[in-house]
């Protein structure tokens, strides 16, 4: 398989030839859900609470007699069923949202991933991509030159003068290919890979 090798003007210069492991497998749908939903919720935190029937302000006292005033019996106003009453099954700060991935299952979705990018012609290498200085403005006439409004770069390495360039482009994140995830993947309308990144792609998910 052949991916399009892209020159400083966004020209397709060449072709690159890539693994079918990993850029021409078919797309598994549900298991690019599955991976997608684990990161996002491997990403939560347990910052929410609430309270139950003990921790809720109230008194002890029996609100209204037991008999005869034809309501339902009730002995505290913290029940659950009274308004301002405490939750049965209440948040908690402890609440863990983490969904368990096999390796296998992770490599294989990230494959399928980059196999779909590759179909729909949104995945594209480059020979590198750097910036003289940390200069914002020079890294988004870069990209614009190469005609790119939302693009995932994923470098072999990323130097302080790219990190600090590309920080405040709102459509633009680079990452090294150890930080490539799925929910960006699937975010960005392109994919920008440099040609040693590639190589480390290709050892991380064939």
């Known amino acids: 398989m052949q991916l399009e090798l892209l020159n400083d003007q966004g020209q397709v210069a060449s072709k690159l030839d890539v ?9 598994n749908e549900d298991l ?20 139950d029937r003990e921790q809720v302000r109230h008194s ?8 005869g005033t034809g309501r339902a019996r009730a002995g505290m106003t913290s029940s659950p069923l009274w308004r301002g009453g405490g ?18 299952m992770y490599r294989a979705g990230m494959a399928s991933i980059f196999s779909q990018l590759a179909r729909e012609g949104r995945l ?5 991509l750097t910036v003289e200085s940390p200069k914002t403005k020079a890294l988004a006439a870069k990209f614009k030159a190469m005609n790119l409004d939302s693009v995932l770069v994923i470098a072999d390495e990323v130097d ?3 990190y600090l360039a590309s920080r ?18 699937v975010h960005f309308r392109k994919v920008l890979v440099t040609k ?11």
Do not use: C, W
């Open 124 to 128: 594209a290498v480059v020979d590198s």
């Open 160 to 162: 302080e003068n790219l």
């Open 19 to 27: 693994p079918e492991t990993v850029f021409g497998r078919a797309y």
């Open 60 to 67: 002890t006292k029996k609100p209204f007699k037991q008999k």
């Open 87 to 104: 939750r049965i099954f209440p948040n908690m700060p402890n609440e863990n949202f983490t969904q368990k991935i096999n390796k296998k």
């Open 32 to 51: 690019v859900h599955q991976i997608v939903v684990a990161f996002q919720a491997n990403a939560r935190q347990g910052t929410r609470a609430q309270k």
């Open 168 to 185: 405040n482009l709102v459509n633009v994140l680079v990452v090294e290919p150890r930080y490539a995830d799925p929910v960006s993947l």
């Open 196 to 206: 040693a990144a590639m190589g480390k792609l290709q050892e991380m998910f064939a």
